[in-house]
């Protein structure tokens, strides 16, 4: 039986991307599909409720755990607090990877839905994950970043 893993959907040529663009990566999905994995695409931002196009955001002041946990906000380039849809996003992600039986996740780099090894704080890059990955961790998913080819 072939192994389910979430993958950011912008990784597999979905273009939503907050700029409407896609980080489609065919290696990626040549090296899943040849492992016989079945890949299931996931946006976060848009399964919270954010349109595409979307002004770019980023964790306000602190860092996922704290967004998470209820002690930090996510807010657009324009300052509107979006983080209900990030959260809705994330707990929709964790939801997926239960309903599929999902334990690995291929996630787009430097995100801050998706990000797991650096993530932008007050619009600026910073080591430490996204609000969906701290999630996705924090219940047992393997998270591996991918760069993405920008399209």
């Known amino acids: 039986m072939a192994e389910p893993v979430l993958v950011s959907a912008c990784l597999i040529g979905s273009h939503c991307r907050y ?15 040849e492992e ?7 946006c976060p931002e848009e399964a919270g409720g954010l349109g595409t196009p979307r002004p770019g955001a980023s964790i306000q002041s602190a860092n996922a755990a704290a967004v998470v946990d209820g002690k930090a ?6 300052g509107r607090d979006v983080t209900a849809q990030f959260l809705k996003g994330a707990q929709g992600a964790l939801e997926t990877c239960r309903m599929h039986g999902i334990r690995r996740a291929y996630l787009k780099e430097r995100s801050p839905s998706c990000g797991t090894c650096a993530t932008h704080v007050d619009e600026v890059q910073v080591p430490g994950p996204g609000v969906t990955t701290e999630l996705l961790l924090r219940n047992g998913i393997a998270c591996t970043p991918v760069e993405g080819k920008k399209a």
Not at 19 to 28: I, K, M, V, W
Not at 36 to 42: D, F, H, K, N, Q
């Open 73 to 78: 906000r996510v807010v657009d380039v324009h």
């Open 36 to 42: 016989g994995c079945t890949i299931v695409p996931y």
């Open 19 to 33: 700029d409407s663009r896609t980080n489609h990566d065919h290696e990626l999905v040549r090296r899943l599909t």
